[in-house]
């Protein structure tokens, strides 16, 4: 096994002719890699610095698509890419078929995107008990109108879904939901291999993925969930025979886990082991272009704060200097607290790797009154789901 610096770039252009390509409509990734959007994460300078360190698909943050046909300033923001960014990917969130199809229309009549993705993925209970998010599925005509009408007004850009496997166990979407989105010409189909029931915890449910694969075959299908190295991207496809893979919170204060998965992709072993110096400067680089993208060095801050347990994660990191980091002010202050770090402090191996991130626990997922008594879509039911466009994201 081949051990890297952190710090070296992957272009797209760097990787090998052995690493398989996706293709997701009319565009063509080097590997078959995409960012899962995250909520408060994977905005343009998150995106910039996981690209730095390797290739794929980088999608946005999920942007409510009422707050976008309302042109909301925080919506506006969110869809801005910067001038390296070569695909505009963008995802959106809604509940009406109406709105939803205006916000794609809306993107795709100002040049703003080259790829949209809708979340039927999110589990977040104020979502679910108004019908949003991973509980919209269930409602087979309301789910066909909204892919339908967002596939139409996208026209010749990619349309793809992000999905979980259902409510819970006893009430599972994904197969139906699949062969409904294939039927309204999607470029591909993502499943995230859990139910809303159980969050993030446990283990992710691959063998759904197969499954998914077999009943969606003319279109892409990406497999997310627990892929917490290149060689558990790998390791996916090869059980799954899916076409690619979407990586969530395996990437968190990770951004190198890209440049591990075109390595694995490559049939290269090669897996970056960042001394403490690396991952600082790595925590610097963010910071920095957080700044860019809010263009405010105290909101740069308050963002960065959220990342450092993340990047921190297994370094021998004392509490005093944690607790610092974690209430860090200005860039100047960053810096200082940086340069107290031991910068030649080896890798620690097992504790900077695995799981990261809130894994929540199982529960009974919260739905409207009466949701599950139909597949169809009640009168009484429509008006709950004016509430589900909330700006929160998962999946």
């Not at 925080?74 to 809604?94: A, F, T």
Request: with cysteine; glycine share 12%; charged share 25%.
């Amino acid at each position: 096994m081949t051990v890297i610096d952190a710090t070296s770039s992957r272009p797209a252009s760097a990787v090998r002719e052995s690493s398989a390509p996706l293709r997701i409509g009319s565009l063509e990734l080097d590997v078959p890699v995409v960012l899962a959007p995250m909520a408060g994460i994977t905005n343009t300078a998150f995106r910039r610095l996981c690209r730095e360190f390797g290739a794929g698909l980088y999608v946005s943050e999920m942007i409510t698509s009422r707050a976008l046909v309302e042109r909301t300033p925080g919506s506006m923001r969110l869809i801005q890419h910067h001038e390296s960014e070569s695909v505009r990917s963008i995802q959106l969130y809604g509940v009406d078929p109406k709105t939803v199809r205006e916000a794609v229309t809306m993107l795709v009549a100002e040049d703003r995107a080259d790829h949209i993705d809708l979340n039927f993925g999110c589990p977040v209970p104020k979502v679910t008990r108004k019908g949003g998010g991973a509980a919209l599925p269930w409602k087979t005509s309301l789910f066909r109108d909204i892919v339908e009408g967002a596939v139409e007004a996208a026209g010749d850009i990619p349309l793809t879904i992000k999905m979980r496997k259902g409510i819970d166990a006893d009430h599972l979407t994904y197969l139906e939901a699949g062969r409904i989105a294939e039927g309204a010409g999607v470029a591909a189909v993502a499943l995230h291999a859990r139910t809303a029931s159980e969050f993030y915890s446990g283990h992710a449910d691959w063998s759904a993925i197969s499954k998914l694969k077999e009943v969606v075959t003319s279109v892409p299908v990406l497999g997310n969930g627990d892929i917490w190295s290149g060689a558990d991207a790998v390791r996916m496809v090869e059980q799954t025979g899916c076409d690619g893979v979407v990586v969530g919170r395996g990437c968190l204060g990770r951004p190198w886990l890209f440049g591990d998965l075109v390595s694995s992709f490559s049939g290269v072993e090669q897996v970056a082991q960042p001394s403490l110096g690396v991952v600082a400067g790595a925590v610097r680089r963010h910071a920095q272009l957080l700044g860019e993208f809010f263009d405010s060095e105290e909101w740069a801050c308050r963002d960065i704060r959220k990342h450092m347990a993340w990047y921190f994660k297994g370094y021998p990191v004392g509490g005093d200097i944690r607790s610092r980091l974690s209430t860090v002010e200005s860039f100047a202050q960053l810096d200082d607290i940086l340069g107290e770090l031991d910068g030649d402090a080896p890798y620690p191996g097992a504790g900077a790797e695995g799981p990261r991130g809130r894994a929540g626990t199982p529960k009974r997922p919260a739905l409207p009154q009466g949701w599950l008594d139909s597949r169809e879509l009640g009168v009484e039911e429509s008006f709950e789901l004016a509430g589900a466009e909330l700006d929160t994201s998962g999946g």
